[in-house]
């Protein structure tokens, strides 16, 4: 797995920003639609936020 927090962006003046990410991951169950899958997502994000930078929270 990428080390999320090694992630360099370069600015439009030249500089190196660092940066991280949290991501919240699901697989979409049978028969659910879009909107509570989204749901689902947005609460595993929030969990990844709640544990720190670059985390990574799915089900």
């Not at 797995?1 to 991280?20: C, Q, T, V, Y």
């Not at 989204?38 to 595993?44: E, F, Q, T």
């Amino acid at each position: 797995m990428r080390d999320f927090e090694a992630i360099k962006i370069k600015s439009s003046d030249g500089k190196w920003l660092n940066s991280s990410i949290s991501v919240g991951v699901v697989h979409i169950l049978p028969n659910e639609d879009f909107n509570s899958a989204w749901k689902r997502a947005s609460k595993k994000l929030l969990l990844a936020k709640s544990k720190g930078s670059a985390q990574l929270s799915f089900s």
